[in-house]
């Protein structure tokens, strides 16, 4: 051991811990027990078993563990974003791709191809950029990655100053937030602009974050630490004070966490908005009618005057792999063109070869021919499969690359279609397209969507 340094062996990472120990100790205090004259014992934290704790300050230990559970924030709301509620509908476990029959396979492909007839297959190109970045851009300090992201992160802006989203008087809601980029140029877009606040919701605790560079007084950046499933937005204090209208965004929400931010802005959020003053009607007479029916009309134009829609929504696409039939939003497209939870559970897991379905045959190429392999660059949501899950050795005599890679986008189209539909039925002009080039980001794809004019309340006079 280093001296020190705690004397103890780590086997697992093949070193000796790097803890320092008490002085006239061989060893730390995780690993006390393995001084031979100690008389007090070590055990597991019930909390978190990854660590222990001497049995005679148990008790202490857990009124200030980390892993203790902390009272909930006021925003906080078990499963109301969670979606589907029928516990019979909800899918039983499936078996991988890998150990269907040939004939199952190909029953699924022309299910897909079946309901994919109909739709737009090939989306608009609104490849946009921003001022914002340029110096950014221009930065020759910043590498290949850096750069991809930022180019992603200047169409994202782009395509939200088309949408006349970027302006004063907003409430910039950032879904699976991580560091904060994407709000914090956001900010540096708006650096002349009053009264806009930043909410930044991340379930997890994220090192290296960017909040600390919004100094200016004009802007207000809040982390909310919660997961999206639970979020009420708005029970959130600062969008409880000020009202100002949401503009929901994000960059490369993963799976469900799309459907989650979705649900939590056009359903929770608008109905709570709504619903916040509904009480009982009083009993009134027979000979009251008239009345009862124009009290009836001004307390719905009263409701409908408090229910404000989302000024706009922006949300780059990920990981359709890990969406979820019980969090998923198009369900009822699903069903209206023939497909359940069974078709679901399968497209989802097959909407990875639109992405990754060509990189062992492509790999295989680049040791033969020398030809560079571009599906090797990471994107900050590397997907991860087994041979198990992607099918890879089964299908190998059954599908090309090429088609796998075909089936993929289909299944990718077709779970996002669902979530069009569905904002179309709430009133949203919805739309997807391409905002930067595969050669950037494999995962290109962004959901737009602002209230149609019907959905925007008319200014009383």
């Known amino acids: 051991p280093v001296p020190g340094r705690c004397a103890y062996f780590v086997a697992r990472k093949k070193r000796f811990c790097k803890m320092i120990p008490a002085p006239g100790r061989r060893f730390c205090g995780e690993h006390g027990q393995q001084e031979e004259e100690s008389d007090r014992k070590r055990i597991p934290c019930p909390l978190d078993p990854k660590h222990t ?11 200030k563990c980390n892993s203790r559970e902390k009272p909930k924030p006021v925003y906080f709301v078990q ?14 476990k499936q078996v991988p791709i890998s150990s269907l029959f040939k004939e199952e396979l190909e029953n699924l492909i022309i299910k897909l191809k079946n309901a994919s007839n109909g739709l737009e297959l090939h989306l608009e190109e609104q490849i946009l950029s921003h001022q914002a970045l340029q110096e950014a851009l221009n930065d020759p300090k910043n590498g290949e990655s850096a750069f991809k992201h930022l180019k992603q992160q200047a169409s994202i802006l782009g395509n939200m100053e088309k949408l006349h989203l970027l302006g004063p008087g907003r409430c910039f809601v950032e879904f699976g937030a991580g560091r904060g ?26 090192r290296f974050k960017v909040d600390g560079k919004h100094k200016r007084r004009n802007s207000i950046f809040e982390r909310l630490q919660v997961d999206i499933q639970h979020l ?3 029970k959130v204090p600062i969008l409880e004070k000020k009202k100002l209208p949401v503009v929901g965004i994000g960059k490369h929400l993963c799976g469900a966490a799309t459907d989650l931010a979705l649900r939590c802005l056009v359903e929770s959020y608008t109905t709570c908005s709504d619903g916040q003053s ?3 009607a009083p009993k009134r007479s027979r000979n009251d009618k008239t009345e009862v029916a124009s009290n009836n009309s001004a307390d719905n134009e009263s409701n409908k005057d408090d229910c404000k829609p989302v000024a706009g929504i922006v949300i780059a696409l990920c990981c359709h792999h890990k969406c979820d039939w019980t969090h998923y939003v198009g369900r009822e497209f699903f069903k209206s063109v023939g497909l359940g939870p069974v078709e679901f559970h399968y497209f989802q897991r097959m909407s990875s070869w639109a992405t990754c379905g060509m990189r062992e045959t492509t790999t295989k190429a680049s040791t033969s021919e020398g030809s560079e392999d571009q599906t090797n660059d990471t994107e900050e949501h590397e997907q991860t499969f087994s041979k198990t899950e992607s099918g890879s050795d089964t299908l190998q005599g059954i599908l090309t690359v090429e088609e796998r890679k075909e089936i993929g986008c289909l299944c990718k189209l077709l779970i996002d279609r669902g979530r069009i539909e569905y904002l179309q039925q709430r009133g949203y002009k919805a739309a997807l397209q391409y905002y930067t080039e595969s ?16 959905l925007i309340p008319e200014p009383t006079t």
């Not at 001497?54 to 857990?62: C, G, N, P, R, V």
């Not at 050669?439 to 019907?454: F, G, I, M, Q, R």
């Open 278 to 280: 509904e009480e009982p």
């Open 79 to 92: 499963d109301i974003n969670a979606g589907l509620k029928d516990v019979a509908e909800i899918p039983e």
């Open 439 to 454: 050669a950037v980001s494999l995962e290109n794809v962004l959901l737009t969507a602002v209230p149609s004019p019907s």
């Open 232 to 234: 009420c937005l708005n």
């Open 181 to 206: 980029k994407l709000s914090h140029w956001v900010d540096v877009a708006l650096q002349n602009v009053d009264n806009v606040q930043f909410l930044l919701v991340e379930r997890a605790t994220t």
């Open 53 to 63: 704790v001497y049995e005679d300050q148990l008790q202490k230990h857990l009124k």
